[in-house]
C-alpha cells in the first residue's frame, strides 16, 4: 500500500545516461524489496533492477555493469542510473515496491516512464 511515480524517462543517443527516479508516499524503510522492470513491444515485462531494504541489488545480465540501482529511504525514493544506454534498452520503466512481511504486505506499481534510446 504505497503509492509509486516515476520521472525521469526520456529521449537520449546511444551511448548517453538517464537517471530515473521513484518517489514513494511513504517511508520505504519497511518495504522488503524495491525494483525497476521494463516492458517493451512484443516481449514481457522484465526486472531491470532491484535492492532489498538490506542493501542487496540484483540486476539483468543485460544491465550489468550499466545500471545501478540506488535507495535514499529518508527522502523515500529508489533511482536508477542509467549509464552506457542501448537501443535495447528502449521502454516502459516501472518502479515495484513489494513488502512481504506481515501484517500489510502488497505490491505496487507505478504507471511507467517513457525511455527511449535511439541509434
Known amino acids: 500500500q504505497v503509492q509509486l511515480v516515476e520521472s525521469g524517462g526520456g529521449l537520449v543517443q546511444a551511448g548517453g545516461s538517464l537517471r530515473l527516479s521513484c518517489a514513494a508516499s511513504r517511508s520505504i524503510f519497511p518495504i522488503n524489496v524495491m525494483g525497476w522492470y521494463r516492458q517493451s513491444p512484443g516481449k514481457q515485462r522484465e526486472l531491470v533492477a532491484a535492492?532489498?531494504?538490506?542493501?542487496?541489488?540484483n540486476y539483468a545480465a543485460s544491465v550489468k555493469g550499466r545500471f545501478g540501482i540506488s535507495r535514499d529511504n529518508a527522502k523515500n525514493t529508489v533511482d536508477l542510473q542509467m549509464n552506457g544506454l542501448k537501443p535495447e534498452d528502449t521502454g516502459v520503466y516501472f518502479c515495484n515496491a513489494r513488502r512481504t512481511s506481515t501484517p500489510s504486505p502488497f505490491d505496487s506499481w507505478g504507471q511507467g516512464t517513457q525511455v527511449t534510446v535511439s541509434s
Open positions: 535492492i532489498t531494504n538490506g542493501g542487496t541489488t
